[in-house]
């Protein structure tokens, strides 16, 4: 049986269990579905505190949220270039680079507004007055499978829980773990149950990182201690990943009352993403090779006959191994969601290794870095069957969408 059809038959029969009846049914009905924030790569700014006084409530409110915009646009640039100025703009200047304000808490008086506030950055203006480029490291999709135990009771997503909300709310896009997140609907309470985190199938693994299209899994847990209702609650924390459930590292967080849960959680999404983080930069969080299953490839099938043995002394010349090999790729980038289609075209064709663009121009001509396994003739024909012109010059190839002109947004991969 080939891969395919296994993995067919795995989700026929995971559907056929969610029909089998009312009681089966009733583990996958209910509004418990938290859908993804947006995982744009806008740079944001927590934690903004304000204070601001005026004559109404709305003019209060206006007057903090440009304090806001002001403290968050220091701050930004504090950390993007640490131990150097933060140029001045004013209040029209800032309006033009953020993108959008996050309230996390607010109280709103007759002629007082005081609130934290989030502060969001659009990444193609903001970027160009920070002098950032694209991020140099990138992960392989991950799967993310967050689990409460609450009670001694284990969860992901057969109930929703506070846990899964911060993953769902947090900002994946200045990350450098691409995270594949679920809603947590139809078949996912059925197929990433937290009983899943304890199985070591490599098979099953393969078909569920298929059907969400990841290379492997992260599973950061949460466990959560009530000291009394109502009372403080100790949260314990685990970064862990792969199909053997390989610990990353731990921590453990504390509120004062359970009203504090969601923020607490919130802390921890952005602890465990730097936990993953530093383990990409050291090669521990890499893809567990185990999960690539090789299918068996019958003879008739590559075409091979029989004939005479002939060693290498008799004519026949030995094929050297395919290598990897480095292009430079040129590509029009009139927004910032064209470098994103550029990259995710190029990631489509079959021994791509990685595609990064390490010279942004929007409005212009980016490029972007490749690593293939195979010639750059090759390379321009399987661009030239996904509806690119390709124009090679030695390992730099200048693509373009077929019938669009220079400058042109591409829709599509």
Request: proline share 6%; hydrophobic share 40%.
């Amino acid at each position: 049986m080939n891969r395919t059809r296994f993995r067919n038959i795995a989700i026929a029969g995971a559907l056929a269990c969610m029909g089998a009846g009312a009681v089966l049914f009733a583990q996958i009905e209910g509004d418990r579905g938290v859908p993804p924030i947006s995982s744009e790569g806008d740079f944001q700014v927590d934690g903004v505190k304000v204070d601001v006084y005026s004559d109404t409530a709305e003019k209060a409110r206006e007057a903090g949220w440009r304090m806001a915009q002001r403290q968050g646009w220091r701050k930004l640039w504090q950390k993007m270039n640490p131990g150097s100025g933060v140029p001045a703009l004013n209040d029209s200047m800032l309006e033009n680079i953020v993108s959008g304000i996050v309230v996390e808490k607010e109280q709103i008086g007759p002629n007082r507004y005081i609130a934290t506030l989030g502060v969001l950055f659009d990444r193609a203006r903001a970027g160009q007055i920070l002098g950032v480029r694209a991020s140099a490291m990138r992960s392989a999709p991950l799967l993310v499978l967050p689990i409460t135990t609450e009670s001694g009771a284990q969860e992901s997503f057969e109930n929703r829980s506070e846990w899964q909300k911060a993953w769902a709310r947090y900002r994946t896009g200045d990350s450098a773990i691409d995270y594949v997140r679920t809603i947590g609907t139809g078949p996912d309470p059925l197929l990433l149950n937290a009983g899943q985190a304890g199985r070591r199938g490599r098979i099953w693994w393969r078909v569920l990182l298929d059907q969400y299209g990841a290379a492997d899994v992260i599973m950061p847990m949460a466990r959560l201690e009530r000291q009394w209702p109502g009372g403080p609650v100790i949260g314990r924390f685990a970064a862990r990943y792969g199909p053997d459930n390989r610990l990353i590292g731990t921590f453990a967080l504390r509120v004062a009352a359970s009203s504090g849960i969601p923020e607490m959680m919130d802390q921890a999404v952005r602890r465990m993403d730097a936990l993953y983080t530093r383990a990409l930069m050291d090669g521990t969080l890499r893809p567990d090779p185990s999960l690539i299953i090789e299918e068996p490839v019958e003879p008739e099938e590559l075409g091979i006959e029989e004939g005479a043995e002939a060693g290498l002394d008799q004519g026949a010349t030995e094929i050297p191994a395919q290598g990897i090999n480095a292009f430079s790729i040129q590509f029009d980038t009139p927004d910032v969601n064209s470098v994103g289609m550029g990259e995710a075209a190029l990631r489509s064709i079959p021994g791509v290794r990685s595609a990064i663009t390490n010279s942004l121009a929007l409005g212009g001509t980016s490029v972007m870095s490749v690593s293939y396994a195979g010639t750059g003739e090759s390379l321009r024909s399987a661009l030239a069957a996904r509806g690119w012109t390709a124009v090679m010059s030695g390992n730099t190839l200048r693509i373009q969408r077929r019938g669009s002109a220079p400058g042109t947004p591409t829709n599509g991969q």
